[in-house]
């Protein structure tokens, strides 16, 4: 099986476009959108859900007013400010449990609520993985590992040896909860001072977990000397660019019509430099299979 | 005032609003980049950075002398850092929240909490504005330590530029403001996860308006939620590639749209009566 997660450190450059591009021009595939607070690849990819769960991810905290005697310890056990007037703030608690340690009382009991939601697609190009955290939840990389999970047994299930990633933006938690053991990561950035210095955050991270990574400039004729100095910078890095997409209005209307860039405009100048840089990203994945370093994160 | 510029989506336009707005107020403010994966408001603000402070986390080291691999705190640490191998308790560090559960629980006493670094706070001026932004270390998974560290700074006026997303680091970026601005565009994207972050600053209690950046003809969508949420819109920025090509070389939305200033400081009026 191949892995190939789609990065980029600074949002909107072009992530989400360039899955669902390349996912259109695989013969089947499994899909994972990994991120987990902003999923959208499934409002391109129109599919049909096959299953739904509720994730319960979020212990929380509640102290009973009856039993609670009001001596203060559990405030001053939670590292994260989320107790005040002996109460928990439900989108501060990170569920760890000092203050039911602390308290002499027995007032305080954990539960677990649902935070989100797990679901399966199956869409023209095959099986689709991803969830939506509810919105101001935490653990956002426990569920990225959880989505990943579910995108490497829908692999085996349904025999598929592809395994493509719709990362989120950052290089913090879900980030690297998104990377860890791909065999390639594909970097999505565009052509501004932003974009470059996110860019070598994340070749900085790729590096740090001995992650192989290749470069692909989106919209690059907004800027070519920008782009001309981004692909410098890869270089010195010993990082390869695969592939110059144009600025192309063929996209923003595929988004507006929710559907994948190639299925409506298949001769587009981006369309056609996505599906190049698939064929190549694809035969690197294939070449350096097996040698990112596995790490757990559960 | 605490205003904070958010979004959920990313490349949004929150970098480019925070830093037109403070350029055009031209006034004495404190300036919080809190996007620590992506820090981004210096490369327009052109700050001199000269203070860099190292943000310090708590984590627990365990005296091996004195652990005896019962495994109490490898059950109960709610994050997975404690890892038993063998005779001998490990933690793994990506995954400690410092919460201090693990030595609350120890019953030989083994583990006290120490401070390890996992990023940075860089601080300096630009103009009249005072300014801070911070930088997660390479590899390190929690950025909300250094978040809350940037956030302690106070003013009469505070811009916060947010981190994209609607978990954890962008709550606490947001949290304790008086007012959102949040930062969308016109497609399904920005809608789906502008829709998200109205409602973390409805649990957060935070009054929220919208600015639909790159506007078209075409803004119904974005228009429809916002009456449906009664959240006011309050600009909105054209799409103009030039905005894209001076954007491109670190230039801002003023040197581009020189007119957006007076828009800008209108706006700015806007919020002020309609914040907490």
């Known amino acids: 099986m191949i892995r190939i997660a789609v990065m980029s450190g600074k949002g909107g450059t072009g992530k989400t476009t360039a899955v669902s591009s390349m996912a259109w021009y695989s013969q089947g595939l499994v899909l994972a959108d990994c991120d987990v607070d902003a999923a959208n690849l499934a409002l391109t990819m129109n599919g049909r859900i096959r299953t739904k769960d509720d994730y319960n991810g979020a212990l929380k905290a509640i102290i009973d007013p ?72 935490s653990n956002s990389g426990k569920l990225v590992t959880i989505v990943r999970r579910l995108a490497d047994d829908l692999a085996e299930s ?22 860890t053991g791909v065999d390639l990561i594909l970097a999505i950035t565009e052509p501004s001072r932003s974009g470059e210095h996110d ?16 470069v692909a400039v989106n919209k690059w004729d907004l800027h070519p000397g920008m782009t001309r100095e981004i692909e410098e910078s890869c270089r010195n890095q010993g ?18 019509a929710m559907r994948p860039l190639p299925s409506m405009f298949p001769s587009s100048q981006a369309a056609l430099e996505f599906h190049r840089i698939w064929k190549e990203v694809c035969a690197r994945a294939t070449a ?11 | 005032m605490i205003l904070a510029v958010a979004s959920g989506k990313g490349g949004t336009g929150k970098t480019s609003v925070a830093c037109a707005l403070a350029l055009a107020l031209d006034r004495p403010m404190t300036f919080l980049d809190c996007d620590v994966e992506g820090a981004n408001a210096h490369l327009f603000l052109r700050p001199e950075l000269n203070v860099h402070q190292e943000v310090l986390v708590p984590y627990p080291v365990i005296d ?8 109490k705190c490898v059950e109960e640490c709610q994050f997975g850092a404690m890892v038993r191998l063998g005779k001998k308790v490990r933690l793994m560090a990506n995954l400690c929240h410092g919460c201090g559960v693990c030595r609350l629980v120890c019953p ?27 930088e997660l270390r390479t590899g390190e998974a929690l950025s909300v330590p250094i978040i809350r560290k940037i956030k302690e700074q106070r003013d009469d006026l505070v811009i916060i530029d947010c981190p994209p997303g609607t978990s954890c680091p962008a709550v606490e970026s947001v949290d304790g403001s008086d007012f959102a601005l949040l930062i969308t565009e016109p497609t399904p994207f920005g809608e789906h996860d502008l829709r998200g972050m109205i409602t973390v600053c409805r649990r957060l209690e ?62 700015f009026l806007e919020i002020r009566g309609l914040r907490r």
């Open chain 1, 239 to 256: 990082v390869r660019v695969v592939g110059r997409v144009p600025y192309d209005t063929h996209v923003n209307q595929s988004i507006k």
């Open chain 1, 66 to 137: 009856d039993l609670c005697v009001e001596c203060g310890k559990c405030e001053d056990a939670c590292v994260f400010g989320a107790i005040s007037d002996f109460k928990v703030s439900d989108i501060h608690c990170e569920g760890c449990g000092a203050c039911k340690i602390v308290c002499p009382a027995g007032a305080v009991r954990m539960e677990l609520n649902k935070s989100g939601e797990i679901f399966v697609l199956d869409t023209d190009r095959g099986p689709m993985a991803y969830a939506e955290l509810q919105p101001g939840e």
């Open chain 1, 199 to 214: 860019l070598l955050r994340l070749i900085e991270l790729a590096q740090h977990f001995s992650i192989p990574i290749c």
């Open chain 1, 288 to 298: 350096r299979k097996g040698s990112g370093m596995i790490l757990k994160l559960d």
């Open chain 2, 108 to 134: 030989k006493k083994a583990i006290t909490m120490a401070g390890r670094p996992v990023g940075m706070v860089h601080s300096g001026t630009a103009g009249l504005m005072r300014f801070f932004c911070g």
């Open chain 1, 158 to 179: 349904d025999g598929l040896d592809t395994v493509l990633i719709d990362g989120p933006p950052g290089t913090g938690c879900p980030a690297i909860a998104s990377i």
């Open chain 2, 206 to 267: 935070i009054p929220c308006g919208v600015v639909i950046n790159r506007s078209s003809d075409d803004d119904g969508l974005i228009e429809r939620l916002c009456a449906t949420e009664n959240v006011p819109v309050l600009m909105r920025i054209p799409f103009d590639r030039k905005v894209a090509e001076t954007y491109a070389k670190g230039g801002s939305l003023l040197e581009a749209m020189p007119g957006i200033k007076d828009d800008l400081l209108n706006m």
């Open chain 2, 64 to 71: 091996p002398h004195l652990c005896d691999a019962c495994g």
